[in-house]
């Protein structure tokens, strides 16, 4: 769950809306993105590293 918290943290400090960050992760839609910032869908490795790449936080911040 913390993870989740700080997807949404980092999406918030760079005024990003659920549909930038759905269109990062590459979904066509904010519905997806907001299901995982939710906690409704499960969080893949994936989506961490296309965000550890789009905002240059090493991985394992994610995870502390």
Same mark, same amino acid.
């Given at each position: ?17 659920? @549909?930038?960050?759905? +269109?990062? =992760?590459?979904?066509?839609?904010? $519905?997806?993105?907001?299901?995982? *910032?939710?906690?409704?869908? @499960?969080?893949?490795? +994936?989506? =961490?590293?296309?965000?550890?790449? $789009?905002?240059?936080?090493?991985? *394992?911040?994610?995870?502390?």
């Amino acid at each position: 769950m913390k993870i989740l918290i700080k997807i949404k943290k980092i999406r918030k400090e760079h005024n990003l809306t659920q @549909k930038d960050m759905a +269109e990062i =992760l590459g979904y066509k839609t904010a $519905k997806g993105y907001h299901d995982i *910032e939710c906690g409704r869908v @499960k969080l893949k490795l +994936e989506h =961490l590293e296309k965000l550890s790449s $789009k905002f240059n936080i090493p991985l *394992e911040k994610f995870f502390i």
